[in-house]
């Protein structure tokens, strides 16, 4: 069993920048894959960030060049920067991780992940 614990969320304007945290209670180079999703009010949730091994990375189109996934293992702590925010930003945003993945390239599916955390919002005003 993996907790994960979200932090760092809050309001900002557009343009802004917020850094969101999440504790994990195990070393986050235990874990397969990690990753940011996010989901708004009627909307499905939505993968943003993931990160495997530490260094490879992936994103959703509508925030690459934008928002930087990373890991601390020392701390067991993955960050989601978050810069350039947009209004189609706001929403509640998820830690995941999952214990086992066979792809080199760390999914952005839901199905993908096994422990979620409780989210943190996010809200983006223009």
């Known amino acids: 069993q993996v907790q994960l614990v979200e932090s760092g969320g809050g309001s900002v304007q557009t343009g802004g920048s917020l850094r969101l945290s999440c504790a994990a209670s195990r070393y986050t180079n235990t874990l397969r894959y990690m990753a940011w999703f996010r989901q708004a009010p009627g909307k499905e949730r939505e993968g943003v960030a993931a990160?495997?091994?530490?260094?490879?990375?992936n994103y959703a189109d509508s925030v690459r060049g934008r928002f930087t996934i990373s890991s601390d293992n020392a701390k067991s702590t993955l960050y989601l920067q978050m810069n350039s925010l947009k209004p189609e930003d706001t929403a509640l945003y998820y830690c995941a991780a999952s214990p086992a993945g066979l792809g080199w390239r760390p999914p952005l599916h839901h199905s993908d992940y096994t422990y979620w955390g409780q989210g943190t919002q996010v809200t983006v005003s223009s």
């Open positions: 990160i495997t091994d530490g260094v490879v990375t």
